[in-house]
Nanobody, 114 residues
Framework: QVQLVESGGGLVQAGGSLRLSCVASGSTFSINAMGWYRQAPGKQRELVAVTSGGTTNYADSVKGRFTISRDNAKNTVALQMKSLKPEDTAVYYC?????????WGQGTQVSVSS
């Protein structure tokens, strides 16, 4: 089992920045990928960014604005978000993948005002 705890959400004006952090505990040795998803009201949860084995992938909507980084020694993954837009408003979830298992954090709210 893997437990994930996010932090760093909040309210920011359009154009601002936020940094989300997630720390993993438990069977962290089994994790092969970590990432961030988000879910806006009335919408499905969507991938924001994922990193695995040094490779990163981003949703088209956040490319050039968001940066994902992982510290394997500290079992953390962070999401630096810049040039935030109102449409980035959502609950952001940390995700860890271990084989066929997906683990989720509790989510952290990011709200961007126009």
């Amino acid at each position: 089992q893997v437990q994930l705890v996010e932090s760093g959400g909040g309210l920011v004006q359009a154009g601002g920045s936020l940094r989300l952090s997630c720390v993993a505990s438990g069977s962290t040795f089994s994790i092969n990928a970590m990432g961030w998803y988000r879910q806006a009201p009335g919408k499905q949860r969507e991938l924001v960014a994922v990193t695995s084995g040094g490779t990163t992938n981003y949703a088209d909507s956040v490319k050039g604005r968001f940066t994902i980084s992982r510290d394997n020694a500290k079992n953390t993954v962070a999401l630096q978000m810049k040039s935030l837009k109102p449409e980035d408003t959502a609950v952001y979830y940390c995700n860890a993948r271990s084989g066929l298992n997906f683990y989720w954090g509790q989510g952290t709210q990011v709200s961007v005002s126009s």
